[in-house]
């Protein structure tokens, strides 16, 4: 059926082009075939379809916005759409958090961000180095790669790590030593060149490293770090922002405040290439020009944005309700962990995942379920873990769907 795909397009294609499926249509949580047979989506464009498929409000905004010939292009031109997407921004998100950050349009994805996040937190400390962490993914440009814990995402291209200090991320010990002892250790070793680094960047929950979760107080710890030795926090939101763990942002959990961060996927609200860096005001010592890019003011995805800002963010239901139904994942996956030895159930909010100590079976979990018309991924550095990641908005029912799905086919691959 892909035989096509196969003729024309360059073999590097992946995540969910495996699947043997032409797709032509979506709404809501599913996605149609192009016969027509609907598909229930729990990978929601790793985490870009928060807000589901064709949201029907966020698609009358949109056609409401290109019927009135409103602006498409606009670079850093100022447009009614960026400023209602700014002001909404500030008002739904940023102040009733406390939040004091300037909004930085980088470029069209998430890697852009993090480029931007990088350079500017190299710009302000005067400083080189960026510490990083294992299994972690921040994106495919040079500069989030030489940061990305994942040699296979290198691409055999030997991309070099200069200035980029992966260091273990929380649990990478099982508890066997005390928190950030490696990190102290380097850091006052001057022979480890590690002095003074620019920056620490961080997902609180990394989702293609595998579901992994951090604790809140190794990310309070982290903080803490990050100010006695002068280092700035990029939390990178990319994936897990935008309410995917409950709250808004990632890091509420934890009731600590970045520097900077990296945002994009849902925050167009549409499915569609925007990007953000929140930069606390301060420390926005940009230059006019320093950092820029053709596809930056992405008019149609501020109209989505601040939208789904509007429905989604003016009180706490999304966030309430992605908690629940987290919790019922939860509870499956907690059911499947007693059952199944190997079986670890991971992740909080509606980013949850099932790792297997057999690397083969997430995906042939994966396969059984996409049989059994379900869409699930995978994640880890082996790929050994199943990713659950519904949009936050589907119903009680679809949950129960999926998640009965879940068990048949982790059934019908472990017995
Ligand atoms: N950071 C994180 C945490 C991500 O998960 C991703 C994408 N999976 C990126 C950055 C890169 O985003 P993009 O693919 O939009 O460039």
Known sequence: MNDIFSALESEVRSYSRTWPTTFDRAQGSYLYSEDGKPYLDFFAGAG??????????????????????????????????????????????????GLDYKVQFPGPTGTNSVESALKLARKITGRESIISFTNAFHGMTLGSLSVTG?????????????????MPYDNYFDGQFPDFLYFERLLADSGSGLNEPAAVIVETLQGEGGINSSRPEWLRGLRELCDKHGMLLIVDDVQMGCGRTGPFFSFEQAGITPDIVCLSKSIGGYGSPLAITLIKSELDVWEPGEHNGTFRGNNP????????????????????????????????????????????????GLARGLGFEDVEVAGKISKAAFERQLILETAGPKDEVVKIMPPLTLSDEELDQGLHII?????????
Do not use: C
Not at 150 to 166: C, E, F, Q, Y
Not at 407 to 415: C, D, F, I, P, R
């Open 48 to 97: 870009a379809l928060n807000y589901g498929h064709n949201n029907p409000a966020l698609k009358r905004k949109l056609l409401e916005y290109i019927e009135r010939d409103g602006v498409t292009h606009g670079l850093d031109q100022a447009t009614v759409a960026k400023r209602e997407f700014l002001e909404t921004l500030d008002e739904k998100l940023l102040k009733p958090r």
């Open 150 to 166: 994942n040699s296979m995402k290198r691409g055999g291209a030997g991309i070099p790590l200069v200035h980029a200090t992966p």
């Open 301 to 348: 995805a501020f109209v989505t944005a601040s939208e789904a800002l509007r429905l989604y963010w003016s009180d706490d239901e999304l966030e309430k309700g992605t908690l629940a139904k987290g919790e019922r994942v939860g509870k499956v996956l907690s059911d499947i962990e007693d059952k199944y030895e190997g079986a670890v159930s991971k992740g909080r």
């Open 407 to 415: 068990t048949e086919s982790v059934q019908s691959v472990l017995g």
